[in-house]
């Protein structure tokens, strides 16, 4: 069959089925280890301070269910694409392994949750990426679930918001990994045409064609603290122009000073930042 799926629309993805109401999953490990200030804390405590360490205040990584969770109003999630998964278009070794291993850690079927919700009231066409699928790695299906998402918002009048999350593009689809940079950047010029907002909500880590595609073109960006936003990373570009970087070179404050990103809002505000913003450009 080469790298077509039976319904031959797109080369390198295959779907099935629409429409599920997601929620966060639920957690075998009782204790976690803080990696910031090394205290060993219950899982619990971490759950119930918005995936924070009650320490430190350290920001532990959220999966793309928990962001959902935390952006959207309960029960008014529902899910969109939920069974596009990758073809093998490269007949990449030992990629077909890493992508069931990676559905077995995350429990999902690639790097990011789409669909419409509810955010304070407000309908919204949202998307949110998880590092725990192989790296938040951009592929096929990441690129088709946000223009997907991007065009669903544009049928029905919707602001989008995305959370992005990644390691940058998926080497094991080479071309047709980069190539998602510029459909997803397309798909947000015709949103713009539309004149229908986009809130980027770029998290830690956040590098690679993600950052230089989809999540820094947004009306309004917005970031927690401290994450690391980023093309290539600090030693690469250190290497490269042969410079010494500035401290905190590639953070959110950083970003934010220097006006590559426009708000830095805490976890447990990031909902109201969102929807004040939104209430605004609506």
């Not at 959207?72 to 007949?91: H, R």
């Not at 990676?102 to 949750?113: E, H, Q, R, V, Y």
């Not at 713009?192 to 907002?197: A, Q, T």
Request: hydrophobic share 40%; proline share 4%; with cysteine.
């Amino acid at each position: 069959m080469g790298i077509f799926s039976s319904k031959k629309k797109y080369a390198t993805i295959k779907s099935e089925t629409d429409g599920k109401t997601i929620k966060p999953l639920s957690t075998t490990n009782l204790w976690v280890k803080c990696d910031s200030c090394g205290e060993i804390l219950y899982r619990k405590d971490i759950d119930n301070n918005y995936k924070k360490c009650p320490k430190c205040d350290f920001y532990f990584n959220m999966s793309a269910k928990e962001r959902i969770a935390l952006l959207i109003d309960e029960d008014t999630f529902q899910e969109y694409d939920d069974n596009i998964v990758s073809e093998n278009p490269l007949d990449f070794p030992g990629y077909e392994e890493k992508k069931e291993k990676a559905t077995k850690k995350s429990g999902i079927n690639d790097a990011i949750i789409s669909g419409i919700g509810k955010l304070n009231g407000l309908e919204i066409s949202i998307a949110a990426m998880d590092f725990n699928y192989m790296g938040g790695s951009m592929g096929s299906v990441v690129g088709e679930k946000i223009t997907r998402a991007i065009e669903r918002a544009i049928e029905l009048k919707l602001p989008v918001v995305i959370v992005a999350t990644s390691g940058g593009a998926r080497m094991q689809e080479g071309i047709f990994s980069l190539m998602q940079m510029a459909k997803t950047s397309a798909a947000l010029e015709k949103l713009r045409e539309n004149k229908l907002p986009f809130i980027s909500i770029p998290v830690n880590p956040t590098t690679g064609g993600v950052t230089a595609s989809f999540a820094m073109l947004g009306d309004v960006i917005i970031s927690e603290p401290k994450a690391l936003i980023g093309f290539a990373g600090p030693r690469v570009i250190e290497q490269t122009i042969k410079q010494k970087l500035p401290e905190g070179f590639q953070t959110s404050e950083f970003l934010l000073e220097h006006g590559m990103v426009d708000i830095i809002a805490k976890r447990e505000e990031l909902k109201d930042t969102v929807y004040k913003v939104l209430s605004i450009l609506v």
